[in-house]
């Protein structure tokens, strides 16, 4: 494969995903390296600069010289949504392929790489009181009643996002509510937005005892670096969507003393490990990804 994309002759952008773990960064690194090319970043949590540890953001030594985009690109205080990131990371590639024959695009936030690849459906725009209505509904009763709500109004996205994601879940009820259909329904299958290059499509993958134990000790790792005093930082952006997923709620909830220290580790490992599984369940929905092993990629 690797010998077919150096000699590409028109621009091909090169999709590297895969679960949270499995080994994206160091692939991506070599291949770049080998390739003479740079990468872009589609992970959601590794645009803001002040998110660190609990992102898995690469290191400079990890980056080995090899230019990455859209890594600390933007402030949790602003707001960034794959809308604006379809874009920029256009806008950006257009330029890179100036000077590259093959770009890298990676990260396991399927959104957003489906916002580069494919682009989105027009949703419907919502009244503002079905999302104050839901807020309140969230702060009055938590999110578990809300996750039951949508899957009896859209068994389909319920079983497609991230139900741990507050942002994710009222979203979506807000235009179940709004428009009475399903969300899902507004994300039927369409030909993609056309694209001035070619798209090749990798998923990354591993054993799944293999996978968990990445992910278990990428976790420890990120507490022996500091992830618990990187959240008591971020604690007043706590309601911000970057913050609404793994790695970080799991503190916050610890921090409000709904259970202890050795509770907030094991569900840091439950939930990184369930959220693995969902990222591989949207990765598996495209039938243009070819399936390997990190260590399987070569000539």
Known sequence: MLSELAAATEPT???ISGPTAVGKTALCVRL?????????????????????????????????G???HFINSHSIREEYNAGRFEQDALALLEKLFRRHRVVILTGGSGLYLQ????????????????????HQEL???????????????DPVTHARIDRQNPQRVLRALEICRATGQQFSSFHQARPAAPRP?????????????????????????MLAQGLEAEARALLPYRQHNALQTVGYQELFDYFDGHYDYAEAVR????????????????????PHYQWLHPGEMSE
């Open 139 to 153: 702060v009055a009763a938590g999110l578990e009643p809300l996750v039951a709500e949508l899957a009896r109004l």
């Open 115 to 134: 916002a580069v690849t494919e682009g989105f459906d027009e949703m419907p725009a919502a009244p503002p009181q079905f999302r104050e209505q839901l």
């Open 13 to 15: 952008l090169l999709v």
């Open 66 to 68: 090899v230019p990455h």
């Open 197 to 221: 290059f070619r798209i090749r499509k990798l998923a990354l993958t591993r054993d799944r005892d293999e996978l968990y134990q990445r992910i278990d000790q990428r976790m420890d790792l």
């Open 267 to 286: 569900l840091l490992k439950r939930n990184s490990r369930r959220y693995a599984k969902r990222q591989l369940t949207w990765l598996r929905r495209d």
């Open 32 to 64: 770049a390296q080998e390739l003479g090319t740079e990468v872009v970043s589609a992970d959601s949590r590794q645009f803001y600069r002040e998110l660190n540890i609990g992102t898995a953001k690469p290191t400079v030594e990890e980056m080995q």
